[in-house]
Structure formats: structure tokens, C-alpha cells
T-cell receptor
Framework: GQNIDQPTEMTATEGAIVQINCTYQ??????LFWYQQHAGEAPTFLSY??LDGLEEKGRFSSFLSRSKGYSYLLLKELQMKDSASYLC??????????WGAGTKLIIKP | GAVVSQHPSWVICKSGTSVKIECRSL??????MFWYRQFPKQSLMLMAT?????????EQGVEKDKFLINHASLTLSTLTVTSAHPEDSSFYIC?????????????FGPGTRLTVT
């Protein structure tokens, strides 16, 4: 079956760095997306990895290891507005995104 | 770029009535649009996938006669919740994917919060 594993909740301090891990199992693989979702709002696109390695985009970076079925999202210089849920969504062989419940990130001053 | 709009943002309707939700890609052509539903503190649940000009593909357990989807053009898809009941109250979100080769990102609309009384 298809499965995603992320921590349910994480807490970090403003200005710090946090890494959100994701392991996945899918039927085929066509890349992995990270989305941010604030409470009561729709998800917004953060990153897309299809090859192994680190993709850096400003304060956010995303890493992928296809052989390990593993990805992480790294958030630097945390700001209060980064408090949100972060969704790891691999894409299966049919180009469908597989969604888990995401990781709720709480930023404290 | 890659803006998707949804209308309305929120709607309250009486049980037994129908509600139509529109999803538009504003600055790109979306050959594929997706309709999701999300209950509080739960993950996104894909309801159906629609390709322009063809019938939608519904996920298992989603009633196609209750949730009517029309993808009439490359920039517009509609979801009609027919004979709505209180258990249909949820956050409905559409997303759109451009038809260009190698482009797989889904861009989400802002969502529609439906409350059925």
C-alpha cells in the first residue's frame, strides 16, 4: 500500500532551524512535493524534488533520497508566520499526489 | 504566476439544496484539475480528477451522482454538491495542474468552506 510517515507535531523557537522528516512508500515514484498549509487555508506549494539531493530556495530547503524513501524539509531563520502544517506529498506512478496528515509546526517566541 | 481562484469562499445552504463551486486557473491552462475535501485536523482527501473535455474520474467511495464535476474549459472546473446534507459540510479545495510536459506541480485554490444546515 501507499504510506507517508511524518511527525504529527513539532515545536521550535523563532530564529532557529527545524528539520521536518518524511518517509514514504508509494506505487511508483514521480517526485515529492512539500506544501505549507495554514489553519483554515488551502495548501501552498513550497518545493518539488525528483532527483536525489538538496534543493535550496531561500529560507526553505528540501532533500530527497529515493533509495531510502526519505525526504526532509529544512526551515531556517524561523519566523512566527512559519507556524503551519507542512505536508509531504509523494507522487505515484499515475502522477497522483499521496497525502498524509502533515506535521503541525508551532513556533514560539 | 500559477494562480487558482475559487468561488465562493464560503457558503451556507439548507439541507436538500444544491451548491456549485467554481475553480479557475487565472494565468495558465489547466488540463487537469483535482477536487479535494478536508475535514478539520484531517489530511486532504482526493475526491475526483477531471481532465478538460472528458468525464471526471472519481475516487472510491465518492458518489459521482452527488458530486457533479464539469471541466468545460482549460481554465474552469465546477463542483456541484447536489442534495446537500449536514455531513457534506467541509472544506472543499480545488487544484490545477498545467498541461506542459514535465510540469507536475499542483496549484491550489483558496478553498470553499461549505456549511449545510
Amino acid at each position: 500500500g501507499q504510506n507517508i510517515d511524518q511527525p504529527t507535531e513539532m515545536t521550535a523557537t523563532e530564529g532557529a532551524i527545524v528539520q521536518i522528516n518524511c518517509t514514504y512508500q508509494t506505487s511508483g515514484f514521480n517526485g515529492l512535493f512539500w506544501y505549507q498549509q495554514h489553519a483554515g487555508e488551502a495548501p501552498t506549494f513550497l518545493s518539488y524534488n525528483v532527483l536525489d539531493g538538496l534543493e535550496e530556495k531561500g529560507r526553505f530547503s528540501s532533500f530527497l533520497s529515493r533509495s531510502k524513501g526519505y525526504s526532509y524539509l529544512l526551515l531556517k531563520e524561523l519566523q512566527m508566520k512559519d507556524s503551519a502544517s507542512y505536508l509531504c506529498a509523494p507522487m505515484d506512478s499515475n502522477y497522483q499526489l499521496i497525502w498524509g496528515a502533515g506535521t503541525k509546526l508551532i513556533i514560539k517566541p | 504566476g500559477a494562480v487558482v481562484s475559487q468561488h465562493p469562499s464560503w457558503v451556507i445552504c439548507k439541507s436538500g439544496t444544491s451548491v456549485k463551486i467554481e475553480c479557475r486557473s487565472l494565468d495558465f491552462q489547466a488540463t487537469t484539475m483535482f477536487w479535494y475535501r478536508q475535514f478539520p485536523k484531517q489530511s486532504l482527501m482526493l475526491m475526483a480528477t477531471s481532465n478538460e473535455g472528458s468525464k471526471a474520474t472519481y475516487e472510491q467511495g465518492v458518489e459521482k451522482d452527488k458530486f457533479l464535476i464539469n471541466h468545460a474549459s482549460l481554465t474552469l472546473s465546477t463542483l456541484t454538491v447536489t442534495s446537500a446534507h449536514p455531513e457534506d459540510s467541509s472544506f472543499y479545495i480545488c487544484s490545477a495542474r498545467a498541461g506542459r510536459e514535465g510540469i507536475h506541480e499542483q496549484y491550489f485554490g483558496p478553498g470553499t468552506r461549505l456549511t449545510v444546515t
